[in-house]
Structure formats: structure tokens, C-alpha cells
């Protein structure tokens, strides 16, 4: 039973296109977040959402959309695709957006490659 | 600013010794949690172990154990006993409160190769 999963695993795109990943985690947790891992592995947060509403966005491009249909799910809509998009995106969740002690559970992660 | 540093960018051990990874963290918040996540060379990113700022005992996982040094603001990870399936990156990572909601923020990780 995979707690957080993504897909796809690996997409490999033009510039310019648009793409979507989608997320999905069946933890029954309250918070969901999209994080961006450069080349060099850095991780960065990227959004988060609770209960499908938008609270973190940090100073990402309007070309990256997240849209949470239900507290279950998280997608990420890439529009406009540029070579600098090109990382792996991981998605995560947690049980709640307020507590400290609450761990967050991974994604396998989404290797997008701009060509 | 909140932050967290890993000064090791690469370890080496040789199987079935302990290894300390180090981290170290800058924050001014009273309540924050330390985390520490396993990156595998097939990607994904695995919990660890988690620490508590206000936790009086240093925190233990099977063979992980977190050496958390208030005073010093480190959470060194101690990996017992290492196995071969121990190489990955490892990151040192802090929630913190932004604006009343948690966010967190990662280290730049340390490659750690369990030679034979």
C-alpha cells in the first residue's frame, strides 16, 4: 500500500509545453506539498495546501498551478515548460499544517527533463 | 534566518562501524522539530527519525540516533553498525512556523558511501 505516490515517475518534455503531475496519498492527512529538488539535490518547498486551500506559495512562477481536488489529492500543472524546470518534483504530506512535531511522508518523486 | 547547514558534502565508513553525520540549525523559534531523511540512489526520501526541541531524551530509531545538543543547535545523525544499504544522501531538515503554518527546510545533504 503506497502511502504518497505520484505520477508519472519520469517525463521528458519539449520547451514550452504544458504538463501535469498528479499526487495522491492515502494517510487521511490534512496538509499536502509540492517540493522541487535541483541537480545539485537541494530541496525547496515549493506550495502547500490544506483541506484543498492553497497556504504556502513560495514566490513560484504563475506557470506552476497546483490545483488540490480533495484533501487526497495534489496536482501540479507546468505551464510554458523552460530548461530551468527540469528537477525532480517530489510531493509530500502531513497531518496537519500546524504542528511542528508532524513528520512529512514522500512522494517518490517526478523526474521532469526539459529539452 | 532559518536555517540548517551540513558541512560534509561526503562521508566514507566501512561496513559495520558507526558514522556521525553532522547538522547544525539556526532558528530563534522555541518549538521547532529536526528531521532527518534518507535518499537512496533510487530517489525516493525515506523518514528517519525526528526530534522535538523540547525533548529531553536524544531520540533513537533502530540503528539511528539523533545527538541533539540544544545549546550547540546540532542534531548530529549517528548511523550504528552501517551496512552496505546505508550509501545514500542524507538530509538534516527543520519545521518551522511561517506565518502560523509549518514549512520545511532542508540542508544541502551528505553522501554517505558503507564501503565493505
Known amino acids: 500500500d503506497t502511502a504518497v505516490s505520484q505520477t508519472p515517475k519520469y517525463l521528458v518534455t519539449q520547451m514550452g509545453n504544458d504538463k501535469s503531475i498528479k499526487c495522491e496519498q492515502n494517510l487521511g492527512h490534512d496538509t499536502m506539498y509540492w517540493y522541487k529538488q535541483d541537480s545539485k539535490k537541494f530541496l525547496k518547498i515549493m506550495f502547500s495546501?490544506?483541506?484543498?486551500?492553497?497556504?504556502i506559495n513560495e514566490t513560484v512562477p504563475n506557470r506552476f498551478s497546483p490545483k488540490s481536488p480533495d484533501k487526497a489529492h495534489l496536482n501540479l500543472h507546468i505551464n510554458s515548460l523552460e530548461l530551468g524546470d527540469s528537477a525532480v518534483y517530489f510531493c509530500?504530506?502531513?497531518?496537519?499544517?500546524?504542528?511542528?512535531?508532524?513528520?512529512?511522508?514522500f512522494g517518490p518523486g517526478t523526474r521532469l527533463t526539459v529539452l | 534566518a532559518q536555517k540548517i547547514t551540513q558541512t560534509q558534502p561526503g562521508m566514507f565508513v566501512q561496513e559495520k562501524e558507526a558514522v556521525t553525520l553532522d547538522c547544525t540549525y539556526d532558528?530563534?523559534?522555541?518549538?521547532?522539530?529536526l528531521f532527518w531523511y534518507k535518499q537512496p540512489s533510487s530517489g525516493e526520501m525515506i523518514f528517519l527519525i525526528y526530534?522535538?526541541?523540547?525533548?529531553?531524551q536524544n531520540a533513537t530509531e533502530g540503528r539511528y540516533s539523533l545527538n541533539f545538543q540544544k545549546a550547540r543547535k546540532s542534531a548530529n545523525l549517528v548511523i550504528s553498525a552501517s551496512q552496505l544499504g546505508d550509501s545514500a544522501m542524507y538530509f538534516c531538515?527543520?519545521?518551522?512556523?511561517?506565518?502560523?503554518?509549518?514549512?520545511?527546510?532542508f540542508g544541502t545533504g551528505t553522501r554517505l558511501l558503507v564501503s565493505p
Open positions: 509530500a504530506s502531513s497531518p496537519s499544517l500546524a504542528g511542528v512535531k508532524d513528520t512529512q511522508y
Open positions: 531538515a527543520m519545521t518551522i512556523m511561517n506565518t502560523g503554518f509549518q514549512k520545511l527546510v
Open positions: 495546501y490544506n483541506n484543498k486551500e492553497l497556504i
Open positions: 526530534q522535538g526541541s523540547y525533548d529531553q
Open positions: 532558528t530563534s523559534d522555541p518549538s521547532y522539530g
